[in-house]
């Protein structure tokens, strides 16, 4: 026990570290990870070490795919549907079927249903990896919309493939309609629980008495309860988490009644998924050895070739999917042309060659049974695991390197017409401001007049109105006004050091309490937060 925990504790400090250092190469950390796991896997000595898939669906899975829910915007999730639903439904069946023939015909023994296994494995690109890869170079915000949105449920529909998949090979009895229709009730079912279940955290956030650690405490368990309450049932706990993930995303604004808990939850999700995220992709590198010992009847070359062919199959299946779904759609449906710009050639490419693997599908490779039930050896189950785990490193690897300079390459750009960030968020701070001294206006001027702190109130929001309509102007101005406000931030963030040094000096004094300093630090934090984020 004391071992594990020594070996799982060495491999989070190497992770962090690997992950500093990615970040100072500018490289995707999670493929940095599996480069680095692998690489440390073939020192001679090295412990084996084994994921178990139990591990990864149970105690990774859920609150991995709850953090991704929680930052994808519902509004832009529903306005990209179409092509999200036609990459995580439509592509994923699509990469099933033909992986299946494919595999079946020309891996000897392979049997249609095994294929089908095998499509259902490796068809659903990883979330983590596609946008740590995107995050070192500008794209349009509509890509990281649908990105982020297909990672989000292909999982669920390849899982369920995979599901149907592995009761064929087991019983040797397959029906397309029933799974068809089985498809259905499995997503539905699993919507309807986890939305049932975020409803219930809904209640207990809003009405009863919670405190910000019982808050950040209910939004670490919630992910479980819909994964666990939606698989008890057969259901999808993938779709459970999402669903509910979504819901509860879109009502934050009422769960979290106080800043104190958003500010809470939100750091300690962030240190969590950088924790579960960081340990498994090193993981996957280190899993290799202990995938290669289990090859048995097959030889380490013909099982590479079978992972290439796999690799180029699945990479060239999605190229050869986005375009289509991109313009048909377009072509048959008018108010499809009305309503959105044309997509061009760029974004589906992008879309295309982000189609990267990781976890998910390792850990339901891993998942495969020893034995079927005639207690026969699983047919395959070590190739496939191989092949799985080739296909992750050759589109972590490759697809992940060349991403970025593709990006680069064809210089893409927004065709939305969106108005840019920084200019979205100092409008909507503006109409906060105004909003407020309206209602100082209307409600509290006896008061304003009679009162210093009050009239200081306003003089100050006041003043920040001024500057933050001087910020709007200077971003479609000339170069002096952007001077302006360059200088006017470095200020800011002088003065905070400044008061930074200060704190030290007066907790060294001890004439005021920790918890006064420590208040005043969040202050100050949070307001050069603030700069660095108008920056």
Known sequence: MHYNLLQYLILLAAAFLLIMLAKKLKIAYPLFLVIAGLVVSFIPGMPLVEIDPELIFLIFLPPLLYEAAWYTSWNEFWKWKRPISLLAFGLVIFTSTIVAFVSSSIIPGFTLAMGFLLGGIISPPDAVAATSVLKFVKIPKRITTILEGESLVNDASSLIVFRFA????????????????????????GIVIGLAVAHVAYVIHRFL???????????LIAPYFMYLAAEQFHFSGVMAVVSGGLFLSFRSHEVFTTGQSR???VNVWATLALILNGLVFILIGLELPAIVNGLGNYSLAEAWRYGLLMSILIIAIRMAWIFPAAFIPRYLFKNIRRREAHPGWKGPLVIGWAGMRGVVSLAAALSLPLVTGKGEPFPHRNLIIFITFVVILITLVFQGLTLPAIVKFIKIREIDPLVPDDQQELGVKLRLMKKSIERLNQHYATEVKQSELLNNLKIDLENNVSIIGKRLASLDCDASQHAEVKTYNKVLKELYHVQRQELYHIRKEKAFSDEAIRKQEMQIDLAETSVNGQE
């Open 209 to 219: 008495p919670t405190t910000p650690s019982i808050d950040t405490a209910f939004t």
């Open 166 to 189: 592995l009761a064929a090979v087991l019983t040797g009895h397959f029906s397309a309609q029933e799974a068809a229709v089985d498809f259905f009730v499995v997503t539905l079912m």
């Open 263 to 265: 500010l809470q939850t």
